[in-house]
């Protein structure tokens, strides 16, 4: 199982990223996957989850703002994030529950 993010940077409190996690060494569409972010100093905290069906599920501190989204046929896990805070700093990790992480991307809200 590899797994790894991209599309983290610096964006000023309101802006938007989208991540992006390629996904590899198993059959991406028969598993649940979720984005989980690590803010400095603190624990980590799940973000978002989606169901091999497309079902999704956010944290109340992102619903509204961020979208999870998943393509099978390219093996890749999103996340849209808007209207971002700087309370969303963090390392962001997609995972494939419950032991598979990536390397994570740094998501830093700074004006």
């Known amino acids: 199982v590899l797994l790894v993010e991209s599309g983290g940077g610096l964006v000023q409190p309101g802006g938007s990223l989208r991540l992006s996690c390629a996904a590899s060494g198993f059959s991406f569409s028969d598993y649940s996957m979720n984005w989980v972010r690590q803010a400095p100093g603190k624990g980590p905290e799940w973000v978002s989850g989606?169901?091999?069906?497309?079902?999704?599920y956010y944290a109340d501190s992102v619903k509204g703002r961020f979208t999870i989204s998943r393509d099978n046929a390219k093996n890749t896990l999103y996340l849209q994030m808007n209207t971002l805070k700087p309370d969303d700093t963090a390392l962001y990790f997609c995972?494939?529950?419950?032991?598979?992480w990536g390397q994570g991307t740094q998501i830093t809200v700074s004006s």
């Open positions: 995972s494939r529950p419950p032991k598979f």
């Open positions: 989606i169901q091999s069906d497309g079902t999704t």
